[in-house]
């Protein structure tokens, strides 16, 4: 089992910075992948950014350039650095363990979520 908590949502106004924090308990986090999705009014949940247990890094097109994803697997924290945000950026945004392995169910644990809001 792992517990993920949210933090650092907010109002920001376009082209401001926001931090999103996601602190992980409850099994070993350095083993999972960890996602961050968000969800927007009226639309499905969507991949914004991946880092896996090797510190890989993957991102929607919509955000390269201006998210970063990290880890602190001493802190079981995984962050996500946004700049240049957008209106359209705009979201719950999901933090998400998962863990795969050939011969095993995967397994998948989400956060409650926090919202950014991108507005003048």
């Known amino acids: 089992q792992v517990q993920l908590v949210e933090s650092g949502g907010g109002l920001v106004q376009p082209g401001g910075s926001l931090r999103l924090s996601c602190a992980a308990s409850g099994s070993i986090f350095s083993i999972y992948a960890m996602n961050w999705y968000r969800q927007a009014p009226g639309k499905e949940r969507e991949l914004v950014a991946t880092i896996t247990s090797g510190d890989s890094t993957n991102y929607a097109d919509s955000v390269k350039g201006r998210f970063t994803v990290s880890r602190d697997n001493a802190k079981n924290t995984v962050f996500l650095q946004m700049h240049s945000l957008k209106p359209e950026d705009t979201a719950v945004y999901y933090c998400?363990?998962?863990?795969?392995?050939?011969?095993?169910?995967?397994?998948?644990?989400w956060g409650k979520g926090t919202l950014v809001t991108v507005s003048l």
């Open positions: 998400n363990a998962h863990w795969e392995q050939v011969g095993y169910s995967d397994m998948d644990y």
